[in-house]
């Protein structure tokens, strides 16, 4: 979720100017897992000193503020002959706002100052349930650290201490630590997201949460770091490194032995230097959503009950494109063919194969998890019932709910898998959906509405991207073919067209719309033009060529809801009982829209596929699609807060727009 990273050595074995450019390197690769807060973490032979800031890190090292601070622990180290650690942080805003100093990182608590990178999910349930902890901030992490600090003030050694924190914790943890009593730094994991690399002599080492950091900080032009050969942390175990003598110790997290190490103490003062006004952010990533009454938006369903839908699925007269026959039944369901499937043989094969190509025991391949239920259930296929070893990517682009991130983090977490999450500039996503939106909304049509959308497509380009960095020939997709919604390109004028992706002509035909709009609308000429054609580069021009889950074995919703409720406890929303689109934070609106203008959704959509495929009955599709079509009230007030809208503005613009039904 986060990048974290540091340097462990000996000032006599280290140039100062290496050590400084080596601190620049790392926090600019760490930042593609995190871009809205940074920190950093020195620790002196008499303090541990800190700073962070609600930057982004590559502003936060321009800062006059850092350069201040870095030439100072600088300065301190190299007066000293005894090894140090520095430690930094690149953070993506998950548990606690950035504006509150005290969830950034690093989080100091209860002696101890760490660096996190993951979600520990039953974080509420471990601040009731231990009496003595001392809530004073947001951000998870805290708990760990009381949980660790606590242990320790009880005089138990730090193996134990590691292992008991951990066997309570559930979700994703690696994290540096240290203390103010204790020589020593730990580096932990509970998924294997934390590599280290030292040098022959072993008198450094460099830690990273992705092993492609540390491969392109040993490339870093001019720094000549001694090369060494990096390793994986493996899940669930931890490093214990005594900074006098640079001594490691390894351990199991999951062990149960009584073996315990002993740790040479060292009282150090810990140090929080972040000058006052570096404490503000200029961006909340997590801004109060108004709790209004928007019961005046609901939406009549009389009118939309009354409109001719197929008697064999449940698409309205309004879906672009539709025709009824004589009987009643739409062309969509008359030119539906079954969807074929490959069948658990060939895909047990293919997973074969991915295993075979293993190399040293590392990952066989690339898996996309957004937090969705179809790529958590999905991950949990590829685990448990093929025996993959994936490494999890997820691309965020500030539009994945907390939601979605935690039950990242608890299939993470559980299958032990690491988890490589790419994050976009959120703050720009952001402005750039607002720019979209606030335009759309002067000049409404449906066949626009993808354009809000659009800032999520880049997904395709950085999976493509890590595959090629982390040398993994094969990308697995858990996409759900019933999942198809051709209304969208309908509205745009574009029939629907069969396979994963839109043929030539679609294409050009949407390119063509597309292009017509933005004339017709000068408002959509705005500062995401950019991010727009990259994200129509990416979804049209670039390979799409992945391992579906789906293509191989059917989808079936009671054995995913089953899997991931039961096995997982994996969290649902507050304002829907249905578990899809829960973790994407723009559906809630969009299907709004839809439902409210033209009187189906997505849900339609979807309910209808699944009877065409004979897996649904057309009473129980009617039945769920109308209790899937309510207003998410919750989900749209949040929507409109981060990207910077007043949820009632929009809905009442939403509300007078005319409908493609009498009412």
């Given at each position: 979720?986060c ?28 930042e ?16 541990i ?44 805003v ?40 001392v809530?004073q ?75 492609y950091?540390?491969?392109?900080f ?12 990096i ?81 064999r ?25 079954p ?11 293919a ?15 690339l ?40 039950n ?16 976009a ?5 952001r ?39 982390l040398?993994?020939e094969t ?28 043929s ?84 809630a ?22 009877i065409?495929?004979g ?38 613009a ?10």
């Amino acid at each position: 979720m986060c990048g974290i990273f540091g340097v462990i050595a000996d000032p006599r074995d280290l140039p100062r100017e290496r050590l400084e450019r080596a601190v620049e390197s790392l926090f600019l690769l760490s930042e593609t897992r995190g871009k809205e807060s940074a920190g950093i973490a020195a620790v002196l032979p008499e303090a541990i000193s800190f700073q962070k800031s609600p930057i982004r890190p590559k502003y936060f090292l321009r800062s006059a503020h850092f350069r201040a601070f870095l030439d100072q622990s600088l300065s301190a180290i190299y007066r000293s002959p005894r090894p140090f650690a520095l430690l930094g942080h690149s953070r993506l805003v998950t548990n606690g706002a950035q504006n509150v100093h005290a969830n950034n990182q690093p989080v100091l608590s209860r002696g101890v100052l760490g660096v996190h990178n993951g979600i520990i999910v039953n974080d509420e349930a471990l601040w009731r349930t231990s009496n003595d902890l001392v809530r004073q901030a947001e951000v998870d992490t805290e708990v760990m650290l009381q949980l660790i600090g606590s242990e320790l003030a009880r005089g138990t050694g730090p193996v134990r201490t590691l292992r008991e924190t951990f066997r309570k914790i559930v979700g994703t943890v690696s994290t540096a630590l240290v203390f103010d009593s204790l020589d020593c730094i730990v580096l932990a994991t509970n998924n294997g997201s934390l590599y280290t690399v030292q040098d022959a002599s072993n008198r450094s080492l460099v830690f990273a949460s992705e092993r492609y950091i540390l491969e392109a900080f040993q490339r870093t032009k001019g720094l000549d770091w001694p090369m060494g050969l990096i390793q994986q942390i493996p899940a669930e175990d931890a490093l214990i490194i005594e900074l006098g003598a640079l001594r490691i110790h390894r351990v199991d997290l999951h062990g149960t032995g009584s073996e315990e190490i002993s740790i040479p103490g060292r009282r150090r003062e810990l140090r929080d230097e972040t000058p006052a006004d570096a404490r503000e952010a200029a961006f909340n990533s997590a801004p109060a959503v108004p709790r209004g009454n928007f019961s005046c938006f609901e939406i009549d369903p009389a009118p939309i009950s009354a409109l001719k839908r197929c008697k064999r699925c449940i698409l309205p007269e309004t879906v672009p494109f539709i025709a009824f026959d004589v009987n009643g039944v739409c062309n969509f369901c008359n030119s539906h063919t079954p969807h074929r499937y490959r069948g658990r043989e060939a895909l047990e094969a293919a997973a074969e194969k991915l295993k075979a190509a293993r190399r040293n025991g590392g990952a066989d391949c690339l898996f996309t998890l957004s937090g969705g239920r179809d790529s958590s259930y999905g991950l949990h296929y590829a685990v448990r019932e093929l025996g993959l070893k994936p490494v999890a990517y997820t691309y965020d682009w500030g539009m994945i709910t907390d939601l979605a991130r935690r039950n990242q983090a608890r299939m993470c977490g559980a299958l032990k898998v690491e988890h490589i999450l790419v994050s976009a500039d959120i703050a720009e996503k952001r402005a750039n959906i607002r720019r979209n939106v606030s335009a759309w909304l002067q000049q409404p049509v449906l066949g626009m509405i993808p354009l809000f959308m659009a800032g999520d497509k880049q997904y395709f380009y950085y999976a493509n991207d890590l595959g090629k960095k982390l040398g993994l020939e094969t990308t697995v997709l858990a996409s759900n073919p019933l999942e198809k919604t051709h209304f969208k390109a309908g509205f745009c004028g574009v029939p629907p067209t069969l396979g994963h992706r839109p043929s030539s002509l679609a294409q050009a035909r949407m390119a063509a719309y597309y292009g017509l709009n933005f004339l017709r609308n000068p408002r959509y000429l705005n500062r995401s033009l950019f991010d727009t054609a990259g994200a129509f580069a990416s979804y049209y021009f670039i390979k799409h060529q992945y391992l579906r889950l789906f293509d191989y074995v059917p989808w079936v919703e009671d054995d995913v809801n089953g899997t991931l409720l039961g096995g997982y406890d994996w969290e649902t929303a507050s304002d829907t009982k249905s578990t899809w689109r829960i973790g994407d934070g723009t559906a809630a609106f969009y299907n709004y829209i839809y439902y409210r203008v033209a009187g189906f959704s997505e849900n339609d959509t979807f309910r209808s596929n699944q009877i065409r495929e004979g897996v649904m009955d057309r009473e129980r599709a009617l039945r769920l699609s109308e209790s899937e079509n309510a207003p998410r009230f919750d989900s749209i007030a949040w929507y409109c807060s981060v990207i910077g809208l007043e949820p009632t503005e929009v809905l009442s613009a939403i509300s007078n727009i005319p409908t493609l039904y009498s009412r």
